[in-house]
């Protein structure tokens, strides 16, 4: 029971602390008006009270954490809670905030579409030579990946 309650604590800390981090060094900005209001369109883009966005998000999360929590609570034990807690933690909650800030930030777009822009931008920087030498420098190969290719 005292190992339940550490984690507990370890998550309300983790999200008073790291969250502040996290939002301090993403650069959150308040005043950005979202996707929802300025491409407002009833299908895609639907502005939601915010107790509805919360219980979205917390569906979300849930979903599936009380099948991988008793798996890998039978797989591992205990140990397992902490290693829930640290990956909620340091991983999941930046990565639910951070995507989300960036679908706002690129007009609503999802990941695989920032994906795709993002690969044609490096791509179009290569052909164009602006990352001539760069790659050699700080992105070389290692030699058995060289002998693949």
């Not at 005292?2 to 604590?9: A, W």
């Not at 179009?124 to 290719?149: A, C, D, I, T, V």
Request: glycine share 12%; proline share 5%; net charge neutral.
């Amino acid at each position: 029971m005292l190992l339940f309650f550490t984690c507990v604590g370890l998550l309300v800390l983790g999200y008073v602390v790291y969250g502040t981090l996290v939002e301090r060094l993403f650069g959150a900005d308040p005043t950005r008006r979202t996707p929802a209001e300025t491409q407002a369109d009833g299908v895609d883009f639907v502005q939601m009270p915010p107790w509805k966005i919360f219980l979205i998000q917390l569906l979300n999360i849930a979903g599936l954490g009380p099948i991988y929590g008793a798996i890998l609570g039978a797989l591992y034990g205990p140990v397992a809670l902490v290693w829930i807690v640290f990956g909620c933690i340091l991983i999941g909650a930046v990565h639910d905030h951070f995507s989300g800030m960036l679908s706002v930030r690129f007009e609503g777009r999802s990941i695989p579409d920032l994906v795709n822009w993002l690969g044609n931008l490096l791509h179009n920087l290569e052909q164009s030579g602006y990352l001539k030498g760069l790659r050699e420098k700080r992105f070389s190969s290692p030699s058995w990946l060289s002998r693949m290719e």
